[in-house]
Every structure is written in C-alpha cells, then in structure tokens.
C-alpha cells in the first residue's frame, strides 16, 4: 500500500522546502522532513515564526562539513580547504553572538554552535587569505623559506647576467622554469656558447630551454629545499586538518546550522505560500483552507467536531472534492511535520495517523483490481482507526454495482461513525447522501457547480448534499427534449432525490443571494458608521485644538498683564501714583471687553460736572482738548476722552473742587466672571482704590456656589494692600458683596 505521505503529496511540499534552504544540509532536511513529536512540532513552529521576524545570514555549512568528514577520513585538506571550514566556524561563531540576545528559540538553537576558537587561532596564524601556508606558521618552514628566497635571487641573478654577456645567443631575455628548475632561453644552434644541461626546447624547435652548468648546483640545492618547503607545508596542513577532526563542537555546530537553515526555508516558505501557525485542539477546524500545490486556489471553511465527525462531501467530478480531502490530510501532515499550514486560521486536533484513501491502486501481482484494492485499505481503517484517527475516502462505493456499492458503503460509515473517527468522505452515490441528512455524527456538504457557465466553482457548501448535474448539463447542451424527459422517466427512487436536492438549491441560491444583498446593504451601512465617527472624531480634535489655542492665548495674555501690572506696581512706587494711574487706566481700556463707543455726551463745557464711569467717580471739566477733556477727579486732573465722560445736572454736581473731596466707595461687579478674570478685576479695582486714596472697595460678586466669594477671600488674605474685609450688611447684599478695608485708610475711617 502507498505511504500516506505519497498519498497526500507531501514530497512536493517537501521538494517545495527544499528549493528554500541556503546549505546542503537545510535540504536534507527538508526532504527527508517527516512528521514529529507533538512537542517538537510546536517547537518548529515557533522557529519558524521567529525566523519571519528576524532573518539572519547562514554560513557556508556544506563545505564545513565536506571538510570535516574528509579530515575525519584521515585526509590531508588543502589550505583552501581549511579557510573555507575556518571561515564557516567562524561565521557560525558570530551567528551564535547575534542570536544568543534575542532569549527565544533561535537563540536555544544557537547554543548548540560551539567553541572552535583554538582551531580558528591555529588557521588565521597558519595560513594567508589565500589558503597558503603563512612563513610563521612553523620555526623550521620560516628557517627553510629564509634560505630559499635569497638561493632563488641568486640564481636570477647569475641567470640574467649571463644572457646579458650572450645577448646573441637567446631569444628574449627571461628566465623559466623547466622540470623545477630554472633554466634559459638559447637559440638553436647557439648550444655551444651557453654549456649547460638542455631541459626542453619549443615545439618548432627554434629555441633550447638549457641549464647552465654554471647554476646546476644552485638549482639542485633549490630543489633540496623545495622538499624540505613541502614536506614541512604539508605536515602543518596535515596538522590543521587533524585538529579540525578533533574539534568535538563541530557535530554540533553542524547540527545547530542545519536547523536554523531547514526554519528559515520553513518562513520562507510560509511567507511565498501564505501559510499560518496552526494551533492543537480536540477538533479540526480551518477557515479559509486552500490546497498550497494548486496555483491560484479556492479556499474554503469548514470543521470536524462532535457535533460532525465525518463530513460527506458529494458533488460532479471535476469539482474538486478529492483537492479538498487533500487540503485537509495536507495541513494536518505539515503541522505535524512543523511547518504552518495552507489557511489563515486553523485549528487541528493531533491524529494518532492519518489513512487516506485516494486514487487508484491496482496490484498486477496479487490480481487485485480498483475495487478491491479500495476494500483493503477500508479494511485497514476498520481494524485499526481509532477514535484519535483522521481518516479521508475519496469515491467511496464506486467501481463496483451501485446498489451494492451504496449498501456496503453506509455499512462502512456506521461502522466508521461507531469507531468515533473524525474524517472526510467522498461520494456520488445518492443513497449516501440520504443517509448523511439528519444522522447523528456526519453532515452533508457539496462542491458548487456553475450551471450557466457549466463549470465547477470548487467552492465548499456545508449542510446541503451535491447534485452529479448529469440531466442538467444535458439540458443545457441541447439534447433533444424528448430523450431527456424519457431520463427522467426512467429514473429510479434515487432521481426523485435529484429533483429534490435540484429545489433545495435553487431555494439556497435565493437565500445566499438575499443574504449577499443584506451583506452588501449592511457593509454599506457600516461604511457610513464609520465615517460618521471618523467625521466626529475629528471634529472634537479640532473643537480641542481650538480650546488649547485659546487656552494657551489667554493664559500668554493673562501672564502679559500680570507682568504689566507688576511693572505699573514698581513705578507707582517709585514715581508716584498719579502717572501709574494714567497707565493703569489705559491698561485697563486696552484688555477691557471691546463695545461699541457711545457716542459723545452733548453739552460739555469747562466747569461741567460729568461722571467718570470708568473710575466710578464724579469730576469737574477743567479743559477740552479736542475729543479728549481734563477732568479734576479730586486731587488728580486725568486727562479722558470726551466721548467716556457722563454730564451731570447741575444740581447733582460734586461740590466745589476747591474742598477737600470727600473718600466715596467704589463698587466692582464681579458676577459672570471667571475666577482668574475676577482676580484680575479685584487687583486692578485694589491699585486704583489705593492711588485715589479710598478707603473702602466694594466686591459684588453673588452668591452663587460660594466658589468665586471663596477665591477673592483667599486672594485678599493674601494681599499686603488690604487691611481687612467683610461682608456687606444684609439690606447692602450680604454674602453677595465683600466690603474691603485698605491699609492706609483706618485712621480715616472715624
């Protein structure tokens, strides 16, 4: 019988593995990759989720190992040789560095790389970039090269120096080397003015390649310490090559390397198919599985559970019904074997095995056909599958009688169902479809089939069983009406079922169209949702950008007035208090509320009596300036705008400016505004009170919750101007109004 694996087509998701790996040794082990250990397959599958995140360079494993086992062989390796393993140790050893900080399970990986750092020592002293063995690697080579190179100037030397005595006799003027030694150049015919051991000569004859006798003994000794170079080079290699085979981390290392290239290939492979981590579970469950061998896929959803064990999936052929078998016999052998599976989601219970029957398998030698060999591998799953079993039929019941292919076949699912296997089954029997509808354990699905293009969609349809279209197609290719209508006479029980299933779906296709219109609809209306958030997201963001600009505005402007008014405070200090008065009066104007000016008071004249609204005093007209007037205000002359100033009649005059004014209180209303505002009133009203030499400020600021009453209180505890305060007697406001005494004031108060 075909192994499972051949079956379900798994060595083509290996080879597929195969073609990703860096080194020989990752593609062993792709192709040899097989399912594992629960434990380990879950471990593969973080290794593989970790190398998405975090790719790394892989070094040159396969010819590490190449020359471990030739060393280990007892071989000589060559110079290149022993750079190139040298080379992989030592990039292994940084790979290891980089991954150990990572604390995950490559960095678990890498710790299997070990410590080859007195071999890479003993290579980087011993030999050049090249791979030559290096003067220092040994005393004597350095003893035996030291001699050499001054022996072979020498010779050169002497060579040279004879071709220029005899520059007739030679065709050029160099020196070669013939049989390893050095020689020159002659002319034929001209032997007889270079003595000498003739070596070679050109293939045309022309030139004699001689050794003169004057550098045999030169050469010989050339020659001796040739020996000696190579005999003393091939010992060091000899040596290196050694150490490599005794170097116990190398097995390890080539172990760590080869797993770290098989779960980079595995993300490589995830990411070029679109794979996903499975998870383990008690049922199978996947959510847009597709078959990764197939260019371009459907995918499809379903589940086997307790509530549906076994799917039974029927449909026309060609529809795709044994690529669905395969999908699922897929994505369980690559979870197992480590690798994520062909679905965005998957969840997959962990089968004590897999038994598939898909395809046929016919045996020349035992006689047995189709059918037959179809019964043995269902006599198998019946003897063997267990309740943990996944098991996956394809075409159950066919090749033989259908009436008794139908029969055995619902014998088989019982006694599968009776078993408690989880599984998908295959069919075009209609017996079987009946007796999948409402049995307990097993659900009905079908493939779709286009019929107007006349085509299969391979889109999966759970609950409802397939039609095998035969009379449909025929209709729908123009057979003659009456051959049709004869088919359908003929048929048996079995047909009306077909006509049945013909109405349950032209009654599905309805309702999946009414549903795609209300999903359609829906989507529509979750559209307009969102965007109706988004639009008032991003008007609450503009309506707070917005209150943190006038925020940060009005708190630049406040910390502008306080520095002014700070500023007025130190001049009236040391300038006096009418010109502080002056500018705390055009402070105020500046930062007071904008209102439409009244228009000019008709009537003014030197010597009228006005009222200073600003101020909350009465005055007398001293001079008109144009739009502006001087006013006498008790003891101060403050020069105003005409158009700010109230006439008075005549009888309502102040008395005459010549007395002494008496000290009137000054009210400040305080109501609707906020706390820093009205501190900023009280503060202002407190330096004009003081510069005009009131006694008493009146603070009308309401009842209200208290919390402004509660602020200007806290404020004048605070302030060195004021003397004391109180509330106003009950029938002047009471609570509502906070009457200030000033310092500088209670002598006068009597």
Known sequence: MRDVLEVLEFPRVRALLAERAKTPLGRELALALAPLSREEAERRHGLTGEALLYPYALPEAGALREAYGRALAGARLSGLELLRAAKALEEAMALKEELLPLRNALSQVAEGIGDHTPFLERVRKALDEEGAVKDEASPRLAEIRKELRPLRQKILDHLYALIDRHREAFQDRFVTLRRERYCVPVRAGMAQKVPGILLDESESGATLFIEPFSVVKLNNRLQALRLKEEEEVNRILRDLSEKLAKDEGVPKTLEALGLLDLVQAQAALARDLGLSRPAFGERYELHRAFHPLIPNPVRNSFALDGKNRILLISGPNMGGKTALLKTLGLAVLMAQSGLFVAAEKALLAWPDRVYADIGDEQSLQENLSTFAGHLRRLKEMLEEATPNSLVLIDELGSGTDPEEGAALSQAILEALLERGVKGMVTTHLSPLKAFAQGREGIGNASMRFDLEALRPTYELVLGVPGRSYALAIARRL?????????????????????????????????????????????????????????????????????????????????????????????????????????????????????????????????????????????????????????????????????????????????????????????????????????????????????????????????????????????????????????????????????????????????
């Open 478 to 750: 123009a057979l003659p009406e009456e051959v049709l209508k004869r088919a359908e006479a003929l048929l048996p029980e079995g047909g009306h079922l077909e006509a049945l299933l013909e109405r349950l779906e032209a009654e599905r296709l309805a309702l999946e169209a009414e549903r795609e219109r209300l999903r359609r609809e829906l989507s529509q209306v979750e559209r307009l949702r969102k965007a109706l958030a988004e639009r008032e997201a991003r008007f609450e963001e503009e309506r707070q950008e917005r209150l943190r600009a006038l925020e940060e505005e009005v708190r630049s402007r406040l910390l502008k007035v306080e520095a002014e008014l700070k500023a007025l405070k130190e001049k009236a200090r040391a300038e006096g208090k009418r010109d502080a008065l002056r500018e705390l009066m055009a402070l105020k104007e500046r930062y007071a509320p904008k209102a439409p000016p009244p228009p000019p008071p008709p009537g003014l004249s030197p010597g009228q009596a006005v009222e200073v609204p600003s101020l909350g005093k009465r005055g007398r007209v001293v001079e008109l300036r144009g739009e502006e007037a001087l006013v006498q205000v008790g003891p101060l002359k403050l020069s105003l705008k005409a158009k700010e100033l109230k006439p008075l009649p005549q009888e309502e005059a102040p008395r005459p400016l010549l007395a002494k004014p008496r000290r009137e209180v000054r009210e400040v209303d305080l109501r609707g505004l906020t706390v820093e505002e009205a501190l900023l009133e009280v503060d202002q009203a407190l330096e004009e009170a003081r510069a005009l030499g009131l006694p008493t400020l009146r603070l009308l600021h309401g009842k209200g919750t208290g919390a402004l009453r509660q602020a200007i209180r806290e404020a004048l505890r605070r302030d060195k101007r004021v003397e004391s305060f109180a509330d106003a007697p009950p029938h002047e406001g009471g609570h509502g109004v906070t009457v200030v005494v000033l310092k500088g004031s209670a002598s006068e108060k009597g």
